[in-house]
């Protein structure tokens, strides 16, 4: 069993910056993929930014390539999701996930990311 813990959201004005965390315990094994996802009022979670073990695989949905930066510290067993250039259209609850495995890690598929954290809320003002 996987434990995850998100923090770092909050409110931010439009163009702004957060970085948001995710701290993952409970299991002996950190070789998993992990992703960002995030949901917003009445939609279904939609991957946003995904990561293979070694981060030598990412992935980012179109809507936040080039703003957005995952990233990960394994001896922390963190992490990492950098949000710049913040929008309206981000304000959101963001969940980090994790899969069993750290096999196809480019794949953003909320069902395939069995680990999840509460999420934290993420809200842009114009």
């Known amino acids: 069993q996987v434990t995850l813990v998100e923090s770092g959201g909050g409110s931010a004005q439009a163009g702004g910056s957060l970085t948001l965390s995710c701290a993952a315990s409970?299991?002996?094994?950190?070789?998993?993929?992990m992703g960002w996802f995030r949901q917003a009022p009445g939609k279904e979670p939609v991957g946003i930014a995904t990561?293979?073990?070694?981060?030598?695989?990412?992935y980012y949905a179109d809507s936040v390539k080039g703003r957005f930066t995952i990233s990960r510290d394994n001896a922390k067993a963190t992490v990492y999701l950098q949000t710049d250039s913040l929008e309206p259209e981000d304000t959101a609850m963001y969940y980090c996930?994790?899969?069993?495995?750290?096999?196809?890690?480019?794949?953003?598929?909320?069902?395939?990311?069995?680990?999840r954290g509460r999420g934290t809320q993420v809200t842009v003002s114009s």
């Open positions: 409970g299991s002996t094994s950190i070789k998993r993929c």
């Open positions: 996930a994790a899969k069993r495995d750290n096999l196809d890690c480019e794949s953003a598929s909320w069902s395939a990311y069995v680990y």
């Open positions: 990561i293979s073990f070694t981060g030598i695989w990412k």
